[in-house]
């Protein structure tokens, strides 16, 4: 019973290197997220999916990038790291864009930004 | 624009004691309201959530939350806490209007002496 799978887990970037954070969800949900959680603040909304083929930018969308694959798979792309991109972020998906349901969160991708 | 307000960043309680984590919100309709916690180095979990009607919700883990519409409040309760319960714990706000971008309050990190 995987639910939301994310990798890689950890990774260490130097500045202006690129890199892709796969997000995978098994539970035919419609809709998908990426939040990044830095300390103080919560988790922010980066991107959305409300469903297949579709994007939307959230809260903090600057220096990334989505691609809704699939149904299943959501990825988050950095064309060229900073240091500020330091932080956890975090996959979920919820079954429907309305209706405030559940999200479902994956474990996390600890990325550091040298 | 929504927001959340959690003004206890740490709050530290024996084991046994009882609990009550803060959060206020800004919107100006009837908000989704959610409480999700977070384990070390895991995702987030619902513990509860409100929509509508009855304004006291039972969630999963013993925890309960009151809604109080005049004082734009959504606090969590516990009556007795395990050390388990040590987490950070993480208030959020969904707009009525349907959709699931949630926004999340800065968390509140729960230590419980033995």
């Known amino acids: 019973n995987a639910g939301v799978t994310q990798t890689p887990k950890f990774q260490v970037l130097k500045t202006g290197q690129s890199m892709t954070l796969q997000c995978a969800q098994d539970m035919n949900h419609n809709s998908m997220y990426w939040y990044r959680q830095d300390p103080g603040m919560g988790l922010r909304l980066i991107y959305y999916s409300a469903s297949e083929g579709t994007t939307d930018k959230g809260e903090v969308p600057n220096g990334y990038n989505v691609s809704r694959l699939n149904k299943r798979e959501f990825s988050l792309r950095l064309e060229s790291a900073a240091p500020s991109q330091t932080s956890v972020y975090f996959c979920?998906?919820?079954?429907?864009?309305?209706?405030?349901?559940?999200?479902?969160f994956g474990e996390g991708s600890r990325l550091t930004v040298l | 624009a929504q927001s959340v307000t959690q003004p206890d960043i740490h709050i530290t309680v024996s084991e046994g004691a009882s609990l009550e984590l803060r959060c206020n919100y800004s919107y100006g309709a009837t908000p989704y309201l959610f409480w999700y916690v977070q384990s070390p180095g895991q995702g987030l979990q619902l513990l509860l959530k409100?929509?509508?009607?009855?304004?006291l919700v039972q969630g999963i883990k013993g925890f309960e939350a009151e809604f109080k519409r005049s004082q734009s409040s959504f606090n969590l309760r516990k009556p007795s806490v395990h050390w388990s319960d040590a987490a950070e714990y993480f208030c959020a706000v969904g707009t009525s209007g349907g959709y699931n971008k949630l926004i999340f309050g800065a968390g509140t990190r729960l230590a419980v002496h033995p």
């Open positions: 409100y929509f509508s009607g009855d304004t």
């Open positions: 979920a998906s919820s079954e429907s864009w309305t209706g405030g349901g559940e999200l479902f």
